[in-house]
């Protein structure tokens, strides 16, 4: 029989690995006489007390390695390709796909569609469940794969099919059933298009979706992006505040249906709604923990109320400081409040506030994740920025200091003549960088979606 091979690209100093001689360049055959397939059996065989290791070294000589461990111990190894097989791209050609609406010329992993079930476990993408089979459900559930991360958009099969563009796509919510059978954690997501699932069309998935209550933990309702690339697509109208307050209408009844008796809200508004709507997002407990802030969903709640908590920690003093902070057009009149708050107890700190329009990608693109590096330069050109400039990370690559244009953060430096402090997330990260106590090279680039 055929045999994978998995090339090992780094073995962590200390770990088990190490102490067995594994060594980049080594290639992984079997675990237990088990082929490995991919990451989703790895992490299986991995939990074992007892292993027998197969592993082939660059001169072909084969090793069987016995090893007792902690049933939770990693091996200490990292394989060439994270997945430990080919990434699966999407089969779907989605009416509102974001990346069918970008312009040419950016970096080739901007394009690049995933819809695999092994990256919603790992970190937390959503999939379609259009490109798996009975095989990989039947695996989520024999290896508790959870949580797993749903792209519902709506349980209507046919109106699935033409949202997806996919004619299996009605067929493919069959495989919740199996997901939901097998106990497995769940969330879900509904991305609403105006005049296509909304209205009566989300009364149904909503209704439907409850069925799988508990293990479906929760579900999100976001709003279209809408770029101004959409030549030759499906043609889509942005919401209204109208719209906005109809569809946060039609959540928060279903809220107070679903609390009264499981307990949980369950169906979850994105922030964005309630500031298209002009209403004041809900408290703190209205999100079950905040479990969608990567579909912004509580962001909102979550920066007011961590800004509150770290004020009242602060002192306050007459520091004296002059500096900038931009911003995407939909924070930018909560960033402002916050920054008036912080002032009440710094008053000598002035800080010029910018909301970026978004050109690049156009003017109903208002989230600040989608800012590139060529609006802020156009647009900050010849304005007041101080003695520093203050971006939300969420600007940037993960992990690197780039933009999505690529354009570099020493780049926008450059250009404006000012040194830019990249903002973490959290509240006390900002009140930290307007108060000058942020230190960017102690910055690890790490990154919370916002609205």
Not at 23 to 40: K, P, R, T, W
Not at 394 to 418: A, C, R
Request: a negative charge.
């Amino acid at each position: 029989m055929k045999k994978h091979k998995h090339i090992v690209k780094k073995v962590l100093p200390g770990s088990i690995a190490e102490e067995m001689g594994i060594e980049a360049g080594d290639q992984l055959l079997a675990i237990n006489e088990q082929e490995i397939q991919d990451v989703f059996d790895y992490y299986y065989y991995e939990e074992n007390e007892e292993l027998v290791l197969l592993i082939e070294k660059p001169n072909q000589e084969q090793w069987e390695l016995e090893i007792e461990k902690e049933e939770d111990e990693s091996l200490g190894i990292e394989f060439e390709q994270g997945l430990m097989d080919e990434y699966r791209t999407c089969r779907n050609k989605c009416m509102f796909c974001f990346i069918d609406q970008m312009p040419e010329g950016m970096r080739d992993t901007l394009y690049f569609k995933d819809d695999d079930s092994r990256l919603s476990f790992l970190q937390g993408n959503y999939i379609t469940l259009t490109n798996m089979s009975d095989y990989d459900v039947e695996r989520m559930v024999k290896y508790r794969l959870e949580p797993i991360n749903i792209s519902f958009h709506t349980t209507n099969p046919e109106l699935r099919c033409k949202m997806l563009h996919n004619r299996f796509a009605g067929d493919a919510l069959k495989k919740v059933d199996i997901l939901y059978e097998g106990g497995i954690e769940m969330n879900g997501q509904i991305v609403l298009c105006k005049g296509i699932n909304d209205k009566e069309e989300l009364e149904r998935s909503i209704r439907d979706l409850t069925k799988y209550l508990p293990h479906l933990k929760s579900v999100s309702v976001v709003p279209v992006g809408l770029t101004k690339f959409r030549d030759g697509l499906q043609p889509l109208e942005p919401f209204t505040k109208e719209d906005a307050k109809e569809v946060l209408n039609t959540i928060h009844k279903w809220q107070k249906e679903i609390f009264k008796e499981y307990g949980m809200h369950f169906i979850h508004a994105g922030d964005e709604w309630y500031i298209l709507a002009e209403e004041e997002v809900p408290e703190e407990t209205r999100y079950d923990g905040y479990l969608q802030l990567e579909n912004g969903v509580g962001m909102l709640r979550l920066l007011l109320d961590e800004v509150e908590e770290a004020l009242e920690n602060e002192q306050g003093d007459t520091r004296k400081r002059e500096i900038s902070l931009a911003t995407g057009a939909l924070m930018y009149p909560y960033i402002k409040k916050i920054i008036s708050r912080i002032q009440e107890k710094f008053p000598n700190i002035t800080v010029h506030c910018y909301a970026i329009r978004n050109d690049f990608f156009g003017e109903m693109i208002t989230v600040s994740g989608l800012i590139t590096a060529q609006d802020l330069m156009k647009q900050l050109k010849d304005k007041q920025l101080g003695e520093k400039l203050l971006l939300p990370c969420n600007l940037l690559k993960i992990g690197e200091p780039v933009f999505l244009d690529d354009y570099t953060v020493e780049d926008v430096e450059n250009s404006l003549q000012v040194t830019i402090d990249i903002v973490k997330s959290s509240g006390q990260d900002l009140l930290d960088a307007v108060t000058g106590k942020y230190h960017s090279e102690d910055l690890h680039l790490d990154r919370r979606i916002d609205g």
